[in-house]
T-cell receptor
């Protein structure tokens, strides 16, 4: 059974810092991986989707990498802003039937 | 605008009183799914549907029912709610799965069972 973990559980940084969020998974036979953002009391917003054949994806200040062999993905946020404060979740797609989420990293960016 | 719409957003009910949470998507997605989110347990899948009239259990299906009679709608039914079903519920949709392309989530339904 696929298990997904995320480190750190919480992170507080001053505005402007570059930061890295980590996601680990136990079964490397994944279809793809997706990073989401969740604001308090709100739904999830997809940030980046990495297909299993890809190594990384970029969108603006966000860059996500995928290393299937080691069971790891990282989300890099450049020049963090207070508006980036949210919980970040990674999710593994096990071939379309089940989408397994990590527990999330709660990020606070201080002005 | 592409969206997944859940109703109601907030619901307080009593133990044993049947309720339905509706979910509708306007993207012609084949795949829809329900999740519940609890502190310390994260998001867990309840049921999913690969297409009309095709549904299957997720990780925590006990106490829930679903139906998929139309492509756009995927209601979640609690026949006899209990306090342990107090949670934040999310509906999601995607093309062939939630990871095939960008997944879309509803805004959530916060359910309290007393």
């Amino acid at each position: 059974k696929q298990e997904v973990t995320q480190i750190p559980a919480a992170l507080s940084v001053p505005e402007g810092e570059n930061l890295v969020l980590n996601c680990s998974f136990t079964d490397s036979a994944i279809y793809n991986l997706q990073w989401f953002r969740q604001d308090p009391g709100k739904g999830l917003t997809s940030l980046l989707l990495i297909q299993s054949s890809q190594r990384e994806q970029t969108s603006g200040r966000l860059n996500a990498s995928l290393d299937k062999s080691s069971g790891r993905s990282t989300l890099y946020i450049a020049a963090s802003q207070p508006g980036d404060s949210a919980t970040y979740l990674c999710a593994i797609d096990n071939y379309g039937q089940n989408f397994v989420f990590g527990p999330g990293t709660r990020l606070s960016v201080l002005p | 605008e592409a969206q997944v719409t859940q109703n109601p957003r907030y619901l307080i009910t009593v133990t044993g009183k049947k309720l339905t949470v509706t979910c509708s998507q306007n993207m012609n997605h084949e795949y829809m799914s329900w999740y519940r989110q609890d502190p310390g347990l994260g998001l867990r899948q309840i049921y999913y549907s690969m297409n009309v009239e095709v549904t299957d259990k997720g990780d925590v299906p006990e106490g829930y029912k679903v139906s998929r009679k139309e492509k756009r709608n995927f209601p979640l039914i609690l026949e006899s709610p209990s306090p342990n079903q107090t949670s934040l519920y999310f509906c999601a949709s995607g093309t062939r799965g939630l990871g095939d392309t960008e997944a879309f989530f509803g805004q959530g339904t916060r359910l309290t069972v007393v």
